[in-house]
């Protein structure tokens, strides 16, 4: 079964720093592009950080460049995301996803974490 399984979310106060985790399982991974995306209630899901299958290149959203960081870790079929510098406006729930090669965007999703930023 092909499961992403995201962890390290939680409630911290603006300004903190929390990283999340997703771990992948049930096929290889090592080949895809990563990404980790974000979303509030009513409002669509937003990419927020993307990476290639070896790490050398990575994409950020605006609203959190200089501020998240987005790696992985092959050996361990691991995706990671550190968010710094957490403002209220960061506040959602945060999915990671798989983009297989060739295949037609996002294929895999896991549950999802909520992050939530207190002022």
């Known amino acids: 079964q092909v499961q992403l399984v995201e962890s390290g979310g939680g409630l911290v106060q603006a300004g903190g720093s929390l990283r999340l985790s997703c771990a992948a399982s049930?096929?290889?991974?090592?080949?895809?592009?990563m990404g980790w995306f974000r979303q509030n209630p009513g409002k669509d899901r937003a990419l927020v950080a993307a990476?290639?299958?070896?790490?050398?290149?990575?994409s950020y959203a605006d609203s959190v460049k200089d501020r998240f960081t987005i790696s992985r870790d092959n050996a361990k079929n691991t995706v990671y995301l550190q968010m710094n510098s957490l403002k209220p406006e960061d506040t959602a729930v945060y999915y990671c996803?798989?983009?297989?090669?060739?295949?037609?965007?996002?294929?895999?999703w896991g549950q999802g974490t909520q992050v939530t930023v207190s002022s």
């Open positions: 049930g096929r290889t991974f090592n080949w895809d592009r």
């Open positions: 996803a798989a983009d297989p090669p060739g295949a037609l965007g996002w294929s895999y």
């Open positions: 990476i290639s299958w070896s790490g050398g290149t990575a």
